[in-house]
């Protein structure tokens, strides 16, 4: 099946430094990814839809100016926790999803760790 | 809303033992639903799914009907292996893009 992959797996930073996330669809060409959150013990929230080319949808509550998203390829999107405070810690896991399906493939997610 | 209340874990069954986890959903229209698998360092993989009432969906010995009477979608195994230790995930999508997701159900499989 189509296989998707996130770098990096983990990630250790620094409160107020950047980090980025990135999440590329291996075999297939991804016109749509997805950005989810997820706490300990709950449900993957979504935070982001983002098409190719074009500027990323967010949900409610989640701020565009600390979470960037970029999906400038059919095959990458990334993910920018800019300005990271501890409370951004969380992993993170992206989809995507080729045109004409509503079937999406998961990366394996990215465990964000603010110090 | 849309939402999806899946059984709360952790579930510890023994090798063989027959697994149910329940999942039931609020949705208007008709939903597509899903049961995705997350092993451990992995990312989520579609287990299974069914489109429309009265549907089953199946793979890998597991099942799952599409009940829209009684608004569920519960996840079924007759025989567990160890090798089906992982965290399930029930979901859904009403229309559109968005999926909505339990809080998953971690199941350990004892030999």
């Known amino acids: 099946g189509a296989v998707v992959s996130q770098h990096p797996s983990r990630v250790i930073c620094k409160s107020g430094t950047s980090v980025k996330i990135e999440c590329r669809s291996l075999?297939?060409?991804?016109?749509?990814m997805f950005w989810y959150r997820q706490f300990p013990k709950q449900s993957l929230m979504l935070m982001a839809t983002s098409n190719e080319g074009s500027k990323a949808t967010y949900e409610q509550g989640v701020e565009k100016d600390k979470f960037l998203i970029n999906h400038a390829s059919l095959t990458l999107s990334t993910l920018t926790v800019t300005s990271a405070h501890p409370e951004d810690s969380s992993f993170y896991i992206c989809?995507?999803?080729?045109?004409?399906?509503?079937?999406?493939?998961f990366g394996p997610g990215t465990r964000l760790t603010v110090t | 809303g849309d939402s999806v209340t899946q059984m709360e874990g952790p579930v510890t069954l023994s090798e063989e033992a027959f697994l149910t986890i329940n999942c039931t959903y609020t949705?208007?229209?008709?939903?597509?639903l899903f049961w995705y698998v997350q092993y451990p360092g992995e990312g989520l993989q579609l287990l299974l799914k069914a489109t429309k009432a009265d549907d089953k969906g199946s793979n890998k010995g597991f099942e799952a009907t599409y009940r829209k009477e009684t608004t569920s979608f519960h996840l079924e195994k007759g025989s567990v292996q160890v090798s089906d230790s992982a965290v399930y995930f029930c979901a859904l999508i009403p229309t559109g893009n968005q999926f909505y997701f339990g809080t998953g159900t971690s199941l350990t499989v004892i030999p």
């Open positions: 949705a208007t229209g008709y939903p597509s």
């Open positions: 075999d297939f060409q991804a016109t749509t």
């Open positions: 989809s995507a999803r080729g045109q004409g399906v509503y079937e999406q493939y």
